[in-house]
T-cell receptor, first 115, second 113 residues
Framework: DGGITQSPKYLFRKEGQNVTLSCEQNLNHDAMYWYRQDPGQGLRLIYYSQIVNDFQKGDIAEGYSVSREKKESFPLTVTSAQKNPTAFYLC??????????????FGPGTRLTVL | GENVEQHPSTLSVQEGDSAVIKCTYSDSASNYFPWYKQELGKRPQLIIDIRSNVGEKKDQRIAVTLNKTAKHFSLHITETQPEDSAVYFCAALANQAGTALIFGKGTTLSVSS
């Protein structure tokens, strides 16, 4: 999992601002994911991408946007439409193969706080 | 779609005791069930996983069992140590979200010495 990096580690945002969280991987993985973690809520899926130039909404996509222009990168934008964005955001990746044991590796996370 | 329920939400044991965490899933098509351990402020780390064609898997002090008929799987930790204290998440791979995992809400395990 050392092959996945997220930046910044901490991010502070004022209400009404959009912010972009970076996620990069050098594992040659096709699939990438964004999860949001809140205390007592587990990890909830925001967006996922199985391949470059394609992505799909997860369970809580409202107020977020993503792009997947390169295999290595899957940035997440938290827009002003997201009502409660303060959370710990985790990026993950794997090969994206449903039929084999395909470990999903996580980045170190970004803690976003809205001031 | 897939839903994963995890119990208990908190678990306190004495060092050396065993700990068991249970999860149920709803989608019978799910075929992969990993367990992650997350220490405070850190990323989740895979500790063990199981495929649907296997009933049990062991790795030293940890084991996972799967009952496909009942749609539940469990994590067993024997001879617990203080360093086992963390939040543990179960997950299931279901095919309604590509290869994304659906996670339980987590169990906070505290091991006291």
């Amino acid at each position: 999992d050392g092959g996945i990096t997220q930046s910044p580690k901490y991010l502070f945002r004022k209400e009404g601002q959009n912010v972009t969280l970076s996620c990069e991987q050098n594992l040659n993985h096709d699939a990438m994911y964004w999860y949001r973690q809140d205390p007592g809520q587990g990890l909830r899926l925001i967006y996922y991408s199985q391949i470059v130039n394609d992505f799909q909404k997860g369970d809580i996509a409202e107020g977020y946007s993503v792009s997947r222009e390169k295999k290595e990168s899957f940035p997440l934008t938290v827009t002003s439409a997201q009502k409660n964005p303060t959370a710990f955001y985790l990026c993950a990746s794997n090969r994206g193969d449903f039929y084999v044991t395909d470990t999903q590796y996580f980045g170190p996370g970004t803690r976003l706080t809205v001031l | 779609g897939e839903n994963v329920e995890q119990h208990p939400s908190t678990l306190s044991v004495q060092e050396g005791d065993s700990a068991v965490i249970k999860c149920t899933y709803s989608d019978s098509a799910s075929n992969y069930f990993p367990w992650y351990k997350q220490e405070l402020g850190k990323r989740p780390q895979l500790i063990i996983d199981i495929r649907s064609n296997v009933g049990e898997k062991k790795d030293q002090r940890i084991a996972v069992t799967l009952n496909k008929t009942a749609k539940h799987f469990s994590l067993h930790i024997t001879e617990t140590q203080p360093e086992d204290s963390a939040v543990y998440f179960c997950a299931a791979l279901a095919n309604q979200a590509g290869t994304a995992l659906i996670f339980g809400k987590g169990t906070t395990l505290s091991v006291s010495s």
